[in-house]
Antibody
């Protein structure tokens, strides 16, 4: 069965960077783009971007354009999301999610809590 | 980006009730509208895609309708496990979500 397993919670200081990983299994990695979203406390999910696992091409939300980098290592079926210059506004639950065309996010990771605090 | 507005923001209902949640897009999204259920500490779960297609394994008491800018999620015969927060999401362009509707037990 499809599984997306994310790395554990992180606590970072303002100005630092964070890396969240997402290990995929149960499907052919190269058939589906991987998306990253985040959810601040009490708010709806927010899309951050996607990565094409074949080419490594990315598409980032304008809001994160200069701070986010999405990569993948197909040899270990793992995706990465790096976010730099963290502020308290970046405190959120971060998710990887697999989308199938325009039909929504069918599979999600369990979420990784990133807390930014001095 | 397309703005998604849900109403109401919260709703109290009883087991067995029929409830409806509305979602409005700031521009025409045809039927590129998905609905999710989320419980505390969990990832969102896809319920309905493309406005009215029930996702695999989702009970038939959930249904979706609408097109263009106005959409509705209906739950007919609420069950205890349905008390959660519901989100709409448009997939016509850069994905955006509504702010959520919290469904609580009356």
């Amino acid at each position: 069965q499809v599984q997306l397993v994310q790395s554990g919670a992180e606590v970072k200081k303002p100005g630092a960077s964070v890396r969240v990983s997402c290990k995929a299994s149960g499907y052919t990695l190269t058939n589906y783009y991987m998306h990253w979203l985040r959810q601040a406390p009490g708010q709806g999910p927010e899309w951050m971007g996607w990565i094409n696992p074949n080419s490594g091409d990315t598409n980032y939300a304008q809001k994160f354009q200069d701070r986010v980098t999405m990569t993948r290592d197909t040899s270990i079926s793992t995706f990465y999301m790096d976010l730099s210059r963290l502020t308290s506004d970046d405190t959120a639950l971060y998710f990887c999610a697999r989308e199938t065309g325009h039909v929504g996010y069918e599979y999600w990771g369990q979420g990784t809590l990133v807390t930014v605090s001095s | 980006d397309i703005q998604m507005t849900q109403s109401p923001s919260s709703l109290s209902a009883s087991v067995g009730d029929r409830v409806t949640i509305s979602c409005r897009a700031s521009q025409n999204i045809n039927t590129y509208l998905n609905w999710y259920q989320q419980k505390p500490g969990e990832a969102p779960k896809l319920l309905i895609s493309a406005a009215f297609s029930l996702h695999s394994g989702v009970p038939s008491r959930f249904s979706g309708s609408g097109s263009g800018t106005d959409f509705t999620l209906t739950i007919s015969g609420l069950q205890p496990e349905d008390f959660a927060t519901y989100y709409c999401q448009q997939s016509d362009s850069t994905p955006t979500f509504g702010q959520g509707t919290r469904l609580e037990i009356k």
